[in-house]
């Protein structure tokens, strides 16, 4: 069975910095690219950062250069860096794993940040 679960979120001021963590089980994490959205009541999903299986990276304009998306493949785990967080950061985040562009994401249950002073 396939299991993600993310880990990290908090409430944090503005200017401040997390590290949000995804440890996935149950595939072979080093065929799957993956992602990281997040979301605010009432509007959709956003994907804010992706890394491919050969560790290539893309990233939202809202968070290039604040925000840092890396994995490790021994630990099946993919990580968000997170930096000089702003209050319009504040959403719950979710991490994916997609084998190809075609196939449907694995999804976890999500980590609430919350960006405030």
């Known amino acids: 069975q396939v299991h993600l679960e993310e880990s990290g979120g908090g409430l944090v001021q503005p200017g401040g910095s997390l590290t949000l963590s995804c440890a996935v089980s149950?595939?072979?994490?080093?065929?799957?690219?993956m992602d990281w959205y997040r979301q605010t009541p009432g509007t959709q999903r956003e994907r804010i950062a992706r890394i491919l299986k050969d560790g290539l990276t893309w990233y939202d304009d809202s968070v290039k250069g604040r925000f840092t998306i890396s994995r490790d493949n021994a630990k099946s785990t993919v990580s968000l860096g997170m930096t000089n967080l702003k209050v319009e950061d504040t959403a719950v985040y979710f991490c994916?794993?997609?084998?190809?562009?075609?196939?449907?994401?694995?999804w976890g249950q999500g980590t609430q940040v919350t960006v405030s002073s």
């Open positions: 994916s794993a997609r084998r190809s562009i075609s196939s449907d994401p694995y």
């Open positions: 149950g595939i072979t994490f080093s065929n799957y690219a």
